[in-house]
Antibody
Framework: EVVLVESGGGLVKPGGSLRLSCTAS????????MTWVRQVPGKGLEGVAR?????????????DYVAPVKGRFTISRDDSKNTVYLQMNSLRTEDTAVYYC????????????WGQGTLVTVSS | EIVLTQSPATLSLSPGERATLSCRAS??????LAWYQQKPGQAPWLLIF???NRATGVPARFSGSGSGTDFTLTISSLEPEDFAVYYC?????????FGQGTKVEIK
């Protein structure tokens, strides 16, 4: 059974930092692209950051970011721990959202598994 | 980035009725469109991928169609558990984007 478990959410002040973790099980993590998707409570969904596999190129896997988080967020992976991270710096109130860890196992680009989500609240 | 516009925002129907949801892309995306269902407090659940392919475990009453810029999700006969919010999603280019959602509510 595929399971994705996020942790690390919480309350942080504007300008602060937070690191989210997502531990995966039930599939070959080394070969999986991982994406963080966020959802403002009561609103829509937004793809935030994606990391490909080491075999797809790059030291730790090629990364992609949505424009509003470029230069502030960093996605990384530790294949030995089946874990993907999202380091979030210089947080803004508009980053407040539920952050989902997701993966695409059947077809590249089709998100077919989601974690339960972790809430990040940026407020003074 | 590619903008997806869903219509209507809300659909009020009774169990047993047919639901037709639309999604329009701001530029052509081939058939790289998926549909998700989301219920309160839960993560989205994949229904349809690549416009018309049902995901594993999805009932046959859900079907998708379309290509290019115009797509449709049809629920042939609404069951009580189908009342939820539905999102379309494109994987044609990064960043992946989602529509703003259509809420299917009980009339």
């Amino acid at each position: 059974e595929v399971v994705l478990v996020e942790s690390g959410g919480g309350l942080v002040k504007p300008g602060g930092s937070l690191r989210l973790s997502c531990t995966a099980s039930g599939f070959s993590f080394t070969y999986a692209w991982m994406t963080w998707v966020r959802q403002v409570p009561g609103k829509g969904l937004e793809g935030v950051a994606r990391i490909k596999t080491r075999s797809d190129g790059g030291h730790g896997g090629t990364t992609d970011y949505v424009a509003p988080v470029k230069g502030r967020f960093t996605i990384s992976r530790d294949d030995s721990k089946n874990t993907v991270y999202l380091q979030m710096n210089s947080l803004r109130t508009e980053d407040t959202a539920v952050y989902y860890c997701t993966t695409e196992l059947q077809v590249r680009g089709v998100i077919d598994y989601w974690g339960q989500g972790t809430l990040v609240t940026v407020s003074s | 980035e590619i903008v997806l516009t869903q219509s209507p925002a809300t659909l009020s129907l009774s169990p047993g009725e047919r639901a037709t949801l639309s999604c329009r892309a701001s530029q052509t995306i081939g058939d790289y469109l998926a549909w998700y269902q989301q219920k309160p407090g839960q993560a989205p659940w994949l229904l349809i991928f690549d416009s018309s392919n049902r995901a594993t475990g999805v009932p046959a009453r859900f079907s998708g169609s379309g290509s290019g810029t115009d797509f449709t999700l049809t629920i042939s006969s609404l069951e009580p558990e189908d009342f939820a919010v539905y999102y379309c999603h494109q994987r044609s280019t990064w960043p992946p984007t989602f529509g703003q959602g259509t809420k299917v509510e009980i009339k």
